[in-house]
Structures are given as structure tokens and as C-alpha cells.
């Protein structure tokens, strides 16, 4: 009989296993320093948003101990192009650069190159 066959399928068992899965999704442990000595640990997803401060079991503000986040770099901001711009020319350079050009736009002297 086809209809028995199908029952016989153990479909029940195959949903398990996809969730199980779900329980390796890349996690980290957050550890918590408080002022007063307390120590927590939370495990967060890697993708989660970690939050600097805790309230730990005393009330007191546990702080966020960055080692323990492998995304955390101590890499500086990146540099904007005026950044770059400033490790050439002093602002008072481009001050007059500026005002150079202002004057032979007003005069109309500069051409829009493109
Ligand atoms: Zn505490």
C-alpha cells in the first residue's frame, strides 16, 4: 500500500537534526569585570551587539573586558582624505590655494575640466 510507505518515513527525526544545527552558530563568551570583584561571563552570538556595560548581581556597572572580542582592534580611525590632505599641506596653504582658485573662478578664468 503506497500510504503506508509514506507513513513509514521518519521525517520527525530529519527536523531534529536541522535544529540541532542551529545551536553551532558561532558564539563568544563577554566577560564582565565589576568594580567590586565580580567576574560574568555571558556567551553572545558573533553577530550580536556586545553591550559595554553590564549591571552586575550588586548593582554595580561591570565593564566590558575588550580582550575577549576577537573584532576588537586597537587600530586607530581611519584616515578621512583631510587627513591626508593635512599631512601635505598646512591649512594655511590651502587657504590660499583656495583662495587662488576662488579668484580665477569669480573671474571666470577657471575651466571645468570633465
Ligand atoms: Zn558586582
Redesign the pocket.
Known amino acids: 500500500m503506497p500510504d503506508r510507505s509514506l507513513r513509514g518515513m521518519s521525517i520527525g527525526s530529519k527536523s531534529m537534526e536541522s535544529d540541532e544545527g542551529v545551536d553551532f552558530a558561532p558564539r563568544f563568551q563577554a566577560n564582565y569585570d565589576?568594580?567590586?570583584?565580580?567576574t560574568?561571563i555571558l556567551p553572545f552570538s558573533t553577530e550580536a551587539e556586545v553591550p559595554p556595560v553590564w549591571e552586575?548581581?550588586?548593582?554595580?556597572e561591570?565593564l566590558l573586558r575588550d580582550a575577549e572580542r576577537p573584532e576588537m582592534k586597537a587600530g586607530k580611525a581611519p584616515r578621512t582624505h583631510w587627513d591626508m590632505l593635512l599631512e601635505r599641506r598646512t591649512v594655511k596653504e590651502l587657504e590660499e590655494l583656495l583662495e587662488e582658485r576662488l579668484e580665477l573662478l569669480h573671474a571666470g578664468k577657471l575651466r571645468r575640466s570633465a
Open positions: 565589576c568594580p567590586n570583584g565580580h560574568i552586575c548581581r550588586c548593582g554595580a561591570a
